[in-house]
């Protein structure tokens, strides 16, 4: 069966810090993968997706990158974090021909 | 122009009301509408997808797409209490790229 993982569940930063938040995924080869940010009481904004390993697309201008090293990993990264970064903080993936997406538990990343 | 639009709410209803949840969107090229729940501090569940016009029913959940109109509904009937949560629509296309989700309605339904 497919599982996503995604690390840590809780993250509090200083301002100007480094981020790095990982996601892996089981079970599947070739995934679609995404990055997403929920702010509270919000939907969910896409921030980066990818159809294959080094294929990034962006979709939201911040200070904020994500690569794809392997097949089955997704990593959201930042040099130097800004209060604004602060959110909740869903991978996902999805596989062509199929409609459902499959969720990571979340990081709830706090700036301080 | 958002690609999808949909009303934050919060939305309350009693025990046993039916609830509409609604969602419009620009992009025709988007062929899987899906509907997903959320309950605070966790990741989306699926509750249901459809990839043409017309009506989806699953037990007390109806998922209806309307293309020409770009407009989709997801129907609750006799809501309960443990329905409340924040129910999301989210479309993509049918091969990779994009999987954009609505604003979430918040649906609070009282005992």
């Known amino acids: 069966s497919q599982t996503i993982h995604q690390w840590p569940a809780t993250l509090v930063q200083p301002v100007g810090s480094p981020l790095s938040l990982e996601c892996t995924v089981e079970?599947?080869?070739?995934?679609?993968l995404y990055w997403y940010r929920q702010a509270a009481g919000r939907g969910l904004q896409l921030l980066f997706y990818?159809?294959?390993?080094?294929?990034i697309s962006s979709e939201v201008p911040q200070n904020l990158s994500a690569s794809r090293p392997q097949d089955r990993q997704f990593i959201l990264s930042s040099k130097k974090l800004l209060l604004s970064d602060s959110g909740f903080y869903l991978c996902?993936?999805?596989?062509?021909?199929?409609?459902?997406?499959?969720f990571g538990q979340g990081t709830r990343l706090t700036v301080v | 122009q958002k690609e999808v639009e949909q009303d934050p709410g919060p939305l309350s209803v009693p025990e046993g009301a039916i609830v509409s949840l609604n969602c419009t969107y620009s992009?025709?090229?988007?062929?899987?509408f899906m509907w997903y729940r959320q309950y605070s501090r966790k990741g989306p569940e699926l509750l249901m997808y459809?990839?043409?016009?017309g009506n989806k029913e699953d037990g007390r959940f109806t998922a209806q797409v309307d293309k020409s109109s770009k407009y989709i509904s997801l129907f609750i009937r006799d809501s309960q209490p443990s329905d409340s949560a924040t129910y999301l629509c989210?479309?993509?296309?049918?091969?990779?790229?994009?999987?954009?989700f609505g604003q979430g309605t918040e649906l609070s339904v009282k005992p």
């Open positions: 996902a993936w999805t596989r062509d021909g199929s409609a459902e997406a499959f």
């Open positions: 079970g599947t080869s070739n995934p679609n």
């Open positions: 990818s159809v294959g390993i080094g294929q």
């Open positions: 992009n025709s090229a988007f062929q899987y």
């Open positions: 459809t990839y043409s016009s």
């Open positions: 989210a479309m993509r296309k049918w091969e990779g790229g994009k999987l954009i």
